[in-house]
């Protein structure tokens, strides 16, 4: 849909959408996006401060993108990027320079009409590529503030909404992809995700949250689709007979989340029934909102209540909030509705007559990949692989052709950022096949090892350490020649990306995650990547990886290649990835590794000196400046390596199944890591931990010196809050966090490193010049 000459007469773009979209949105979403509008007017006149407009268009899921300081680089060179105001919306970047924009799609779900009006908004406004999420969302980048009214109202106009997309509020609610058509389901989780989601949507009792809000339903327990146990709130389909009868209702966790510090979700309940779950949600909304942490950002997510307060006290809070909420009519009525997200299929039920050789290898695989059987007799399945998450404007029209042609609006993204088409007639698939390949969307490998998730990272993120993107396309390129010759349980691995600690590409539950990191070596900053292991998808997100050290990024291939290698050689008769790399152990793993861990000396290879796509240096250099003494730096670096080793050694004792004194271990680093820093300054600091505390405390955290960019003083806090309890009692989950927390702060205390010298280098310069 596009504006006309008439139309255009004397009248802007957003105000010829305005009076032609009036009429076809939900009235309170027009109101809402009104409102945004004047908001946009009132920060252009200075009337709005930027803090109070940050979290405004946060809520309306415009969001701050990574610029290189008011420049972008397009892979030879920069070029400036013409800011039209001046006021500050973050670290380096400038309120109304073209941000990202994220759009809601509960549980998945698009029909053709949502999936062409998205690929014209990312035509028009953004750079032509929609971005999938692992969040089952849609994001584009480089919109102007000035078209989201305009990309809004379009949105509104066929049902979808950006309110709440970011901000400290209830996100997209997301669900298994496959509900509906999975044969392993105890029912459709569709109509309540869809239900929780209309529910909650602007709702007040979920306005004034410290952090973000997630939700996820999954159909069953055994596969990765839904990964509940990672949400803040999950919900798994279960089905109970009570006096003959058979009742629907839901297994509640809460508390979970990954984050730098990751925590699985606590069992609320087995057994919710499905009149009861909206009523509880709210209550547990309420009792987050009013007890949560607002201050201290680090530990404002649900997960760190529950924690605090124990599983069985915040359940007690919650059924007493819950006897107190007045009957809301909306907690019941949606269940005369659940036939209203039922599907059905646009063509007959037919199954596939396969010949020899049928459409050669290539389909063979894909076939093998991407197609599976629905519950229903005669149809499929069939995954559309996005490489990165990402669809061109016009692949996203030919595929919502594709989807008229073959199935009726039965189409959803997924949690591997990927599309898949519903209600496919076995028969039709050649023929699917056929036209995603002349679109260039028929990739094989949706599900397995190829299949990489990743952040965006340094592409876009403003907390992007490392190019979790470059990464990730490298190691799919490099995984996509091979594939089809690869030993099938390697095939099925599941590789993780994330550009920093917080998580936002899961490593912690892939088979072999990474997240990125950075490290100083010879005058020069690197980037690595921290590998994790031991993660677990299927069982909604069973377990958690553990760190296992550092790898500089341009090794990473390299580290794939040799942990793959070792189980396909290595593994006994079905043994799991995860169960083969307990059995191995970390300083097995670590020895075998050893190699990869090294840098080179740039004059050898100076590839590692750069970030994957990138054919910048990855950092300025401090080099014959004598900008720090030698002896005081190599004390510094060489205690940060101790505390290196010391947290590796408390993973080690946590496998062993020594909570305690892997968390006396987990300390020390912590206390070594802080005494390093300490001895830039004073190279006679003591072991004594209330010494080294102290004077950390004066040097680093009084001074905010230690304060991440983005963080601020959370990592700070992890060293604080371990200090007090380092003569308590530890169990294992109690243990396997510090550990993670004692880990964090050691690269916290790496790039606090790398700041001070950086810092120093400039400051010489200037001295020099």
């Known amino acids: 849909m596009t504006i006309s000459e008439k139309e255009t007469s004397g009248d802007t773009p957003a105000e010829i959408w305005k009076r032609r979209l009036a009429g076809r949105m939900p009235a309170d979403w027009a109101e809402g996006i009104d409102h945004f509008e004047t908001e946009i007017l009132l920060k252009k006149q200075g009337k709005i401060e930027d803090k109070v407009f940050a979290e405004t268009r946060l809520r309306r899921g415009a969001y701050g993108q990574r610029y290189d300081n008011g420049f972008r680089h397009d892979g030879a060179s920069q070029r400036a990027i013409s800011y039209p105001a001046a006021a500050t919306k973050g670290p380096n970047t400038l309120w109304d320079a073209p941000g990202m924009q994220r759009i809601k799609i509960p549980f998945g779900g698009m029909t053709t009409e949502q999936m062409d009006v998205i690929a014209d908004l990312s035509e028009e406004y953004a750079d032509s590529i929609c971005h999938v999420t692992t969040r089952q969302d849609f994001q584009l980048h480089y919109v102007s503030i000035d078209d989201t009214p305009s990309m809004f109202r379009r949105l509104a106009a066929v049902g979808i909404t950006t309110l709440e997309a970011c901000g400290n509020s209830v996100r997209n609610v997301t669900a298994c992809p496959v509900a509906g058509v999975c044969r392993d389901e105890s029912f459709d989780v569709t109509p309540y995700a869809r239900a929780a989601f209309r529910y909650l949507l602007g709702h007040p009792d979920v306005q004034d949250f410290g952090r973000k809000f997630k939700i996820a339903f999954s159909g069953c327990r055994q596969h990765p689709c839904g990964l509940t146990s990672m949400h803040d709130l999950g919900f798994i389909a279960v089905k109970r007979t009570e006096s003959g009868r058979e009742r629907r209702g839901f297994e509640m966790v809460v508390g979970g989340g990954l984050g730098s510090d990751p925590y699985k979700a606590k069992v609320f309940a087995e057994f919710v029934p499905e009149e009861e779950f909206l009523a509880l949600t ?33 359940r007690e809070l919650v059924v007493e909030e819950r006897a107190k909420l007045p009957k809301d009519a909306r907690w019941t009525d949606f269940l005369s509705q659940l036939s209203e997200t039922d599907e059905s299929p646009l063509r007959s039920p037919q199954e596939r007559e396969r010949t020899p050789g049928e459409g050669g290898n290539e389909y063979e695989y ?44 039965t189409v959803r993204t997924t949690v591997e950022q990927n599309i898949i088409l519903r209600w496919v007639s076995q028969s039709d698939v050649p023929a699917v096949y056929a036209a995603l390949k002349s679109i260039d969307l028929a990739e094989p490998g949706a599900g397995t090892i190829v299949d990489v998730t990743a952040c965006p990272g340094t592409d876009t993120c403003k907390l992007g350490v490392s190019s979790s993107r470059g990464l990730a396309g490298v190691l799919r390129t490099r995984l996509a020649e091979k594939s089809m010759q690869l030993d099938e349980a390697i095939r099925g691995l599941r590789i993780k990306i994330s550009g920093c600690f917080n998580s936002c590409g899961q490593h912690h539950i892939a088979d072999i995650g990474f997240y990125g990191t950075s490290r100083n070596v010879r005058d020069f900053v690197v980037p690595h990547f921290q590998l994790v292991l031991g993660g677990k998808s299927k069982e909604n997100a069973a377990s958690y990886g553990l760190a296992m050290g550092n790898i500089p990024s341009k090794s990473v291939p390299a580290t794939v290649d040799r942990l793959t290698d070792l189980y396909a050689r290595g593994r006994q008769a079905g043994e799991s990835f995860q169960a083969f790399i307990a059995r191995l152990g970390k300083t097995e793993i670590k020895k075998a590794l050893a190699d990869l861990a090294e840098v080179p000396p740039r004059e050898k290879d100076a590839s590692y000196y750069t970030d994957w796509g990138d054919v910048r240096e990855y950092s300025t250099k401090d080099k014959g400046m004598g900008e720090c003494a030698g002896e005081v730096v190599s004390l510094t670096e060489f205690g940060l390596k101790a505390a290196d080793r010391e947290v590796f050694e408390a993973q080690v004792l946590l496998d062993q199944g020594e909570p305690q004194k892997a968390a006396e271990t987990a300390y020390r680093a912590m206390m070594h890591a802080a005494q390093a820093l300490i001895k830039k300054y004073n190279i006679d600091i003591s072991e004594d931990p209330e010494a080294v505390v102290k004077e950390f405390r004066s040097r680093f955290y009084d001074t905010q010196i230690f304060h991440d960019p983005y963080a601020g003083p959370k990592f700070a806090a992890y060293y604080f809050r371990a200090h007090e309890r380092r003569t308590g009692v530890f169990d294992a989950e109690k243990s396997h966090h510090l550990v993670e927390e004692a880990q964090l702060f050691i690269e916290a205390a790496y790039s606090c490193n790398i700041r001070m010298s950086m810092a120093q280098a400039s400051s010489n310069a200037v001295l020099n010049a």
């Not at 909304?285 to 915040?314: Q, T, W």
């Open 366 to 409: 894909w076939l093998s990949t991407n197609v599976a059987p629905q519950r229903q007799p005669g149809y499929a399945v069939v995954s559309v692989t996005l490489p990165l998450g990402d669809i061109t404007a016009n692949q996203m029209r030919g595929l919502a052709d594709i989807a008229r042609k073959f199935v009726k609006n």
């Open 282 to 314: 709210q209550a547990v909304c309420r009792v987050y909102a009013r007890l949560g942490e607002k201050k201290k950002r680090g530990r404002a997510r649900i997960k760190f209540l529950v924690s605090d307060l124990g599983i069985e006290k915040f």
